[in-house]
């Protein structure tokens, strides 16, 4: 099966009421692990690089992973840059093979917005690839960048429309309070997101596909592992999932998790070293870390986003 783009799983989660997993990778045992419980789910499969993981591992290699991975799981699997904040870097990605792209123009004024993301999707659209625009602005850490509290922004329904139609993106990401990394909210308060601002925009664009960033629920259980083997992280409180659960079932049809696959990578090394302490081979400690990313990955695409079996 060659890669495909969101378009077709997108149609069937929105209709469907569940979410398709965008997960960021890499590296070979982050695409492995995850790939490895999407086979076993049938699950269909987005899989996200930011330019941070294009700088880090290199363009190509990832490609020629995720081809590996498609071969291995013949499951239809969108290659998606994420967080794309200029025209020349999408459209290096949409030359070399990716199959979506996001163009992040949230930190500009609406109209910059709007004429970066139509620059973009006219470039996109004439080679095969689709775009996912954002209106509205996340708190939190990408790329080294860091946006404050103050500088996030709740996403104005009243907007969404004109973005997107004069835009032509295939698929919005929306503020509603979650937020990048694995401090999402204050320790001690009740986390929540601003489902209502979501309803407003499904009135307003109805069938169009909703994107939900900072979406980890930055599992306790991998925070633990960290803190119980030499880590030292302070309060980290993630999107709950029954929250995950409604948003899937409403017009969100990609969710994004990449810190959840960073704390069970590091948790699982952590307490690998620590009860292995003279072990110096890289398969011994990778091996355990990429068997608990499948686990992790699973139990996201069975029991949060419902997209099992969608394959
Ligand atoms: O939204 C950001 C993603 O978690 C990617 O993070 O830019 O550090 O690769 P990164
Ligand atoms: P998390 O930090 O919650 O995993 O969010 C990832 C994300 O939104 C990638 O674009
Ligand atoms: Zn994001």
Known sequence: MPLVTSTEMFKKAYEGGYAIGAFNVNNMEIIQGITEAAKEENAP?????????????????????????IIETDLPICVHLDHGDTFELCKS????????????????SFEENIALTRQVVEYAHDH?????????RLEGVEDDVKVSAEDASYTNPAQVQEFVERTGVDSLAIAIGTSHGAYKFKPGTKPQLRFD???????????????LHGASSVIPEFVQMINT???NMPDAIGVPEDMLRRAASMAVCKINIDSDLRLAMTGTIRKYFAEH?????PRQYLKPARAAIKEMVRHKLVDVLGCNGKA
Not at 58 to 68: D, F, P, Q, R, S
């Open 45 to 69: 499969l987005i899989l996200q690089v930011s330019s941070g993981a294009r700088k880090y591992a290199n363009h190509t290699y990832l490609m020629k992973l995720i081809e590996a991975a």
């Open 197 to 211: 601002i979501l309803e407003e925009v499904e009135k307003r664009l109805p069938g169009f596909p909703i994107v």
């Open 229 to 231: 083997h030499g880590g």
């Open 128 to 136: 095969g690839v689709v775009v996912e625009g954002e209106l509205g």
């Open 93 to 108: 990605c949409i030359d070399g093979g990716f199959t979506s792209v996001m163009i992040d123009g949230s930190h500009h």
């Open 277 to 281: 302490p003279a072990d110096f081979d």
